[in-house]
């Protein structure tokens, strides 16, 4: 019977109960910059009037998401927007837990600045050090661009308020 309960214990404490949860927001944007302004500059609107309700799926076991107590956070690298350009955006997105306000900072970069970037997230991609260093270069990069008169020079900033959507069926 000794041996029963043993086998037992130890199966439930080798077994895995935690299973992943996709979560689905549906967000809308309350501020919004582009370029360091926060009207479009033809239409005299904010932005952030412009833009519709955003929808965003988050897999509670993303393992390319930092996890802290407080938020979910990601830096995201993509292609630049011109077909011939070798620069590259740059962004960094966090999620609040408890309350869902989302916020994301954008920048195009070089090509070789947002590998430096991507390098130090794969490196230290649970590290919140790594990702508070790559927060106060974005965000020093992001008021030098945004006051910068050049157009080539891209920004963004969003922050919404998110709303869980719960499955009817």
Known sequence: MKKLL????????LCNVGFAEI?????????????????????GETHASQESDQFFKIDTNDNEALKTDLMYIWVHISKGGKRDSTDKYVSYETINRYDLKRY???????????NNYKTLWEKGKNDLDVFNEIY??????????????????????????????????
Do not use: P, W
């Open 104 to 114: 994301e900072k954008t920048i195009l970069v070089d090509e070789e600045t947002a």
């Open 6 to 13: 043993g086998i037992v214990v130890l199966g439930l404490l």
């Open 136 to 169: 106060r270069s974005i965000n020093t990069r992001y008021i030098h661009l945004s006051s910068s008169d050049d157009i080539e020079d891209f920004t963004m900033s969003q922050n919404h308020n998110c709303e869980m959507i719960e499955k009817k069926f």
């Open 23 to 43: 979560i689905t927001l549906k967000c809308v944007i309350t501020e919004m910059e582009v370029g360091g302004k926060d009207k479009n500059e033809i239409t």
